[in-house]
Nanobody, 114 residues
Framework: QVQLVESGGGLVQAGGSLRLSCAAS????????FGWYRQAPGKQRELVAT???????SYLDSVKGRFTISRDNAKRTVYLQMNEIKPEDTAVYYC????????WGQGTQVTVSS
């Protein structure tokens, strides 16, 4: 079972940047597809970005051109570079393996001030 630990969130002004990290346990990291999700207060969790084992990425329309997902297989870490952050990006961000969901980590809070 993959264990996931997210970090890197914080308070940021609109227009700023953050880089989130997700450290994953397990020997099969390199073959897994990973995704970043977010859940804003009162809203359902949504999938923001995914990256496959061969590096193919996909994004929610509202973050295209602003967020970049990447992975470092040697470090067993998935990243989410967030640029031009908007107030509507405020949420708790989680990573997971969308094809077969693992237990959710604690997430990392991103709060954007306008």
């Amino acid at each position: 079972q993959v264990q996931l630990v997210e970090s890197g969130g914080g308070l940021v002004q609109a227009g700023g940047s953050l880089r989130l990290s997700c450290a994953a346990s397990g020997r099969t990291f390199s073959i897994k597809t990973f995704g970043w999700y977010r859940q804003a207060p009162g809203k359902q969790r949504e999938l923001v970005a995914t990256i496959t084992s061969d590096g193919t990425t996909s994004y929610l329309d509202s973050v295209k051109g602003r967020f970049t997902i990447s992975r470092d297989n040697a470090k067993r870490t998935v990243y989410l570079q967030m640029n031009e952050i908007k107030p509507e990006d405020t949420a708790v961000y989680y990573c997971n393996t969308p094809l077969t969901l693992a237990a959710w980590g604690q997430g990392t809070q991103v709060t954007v001030s306008s």
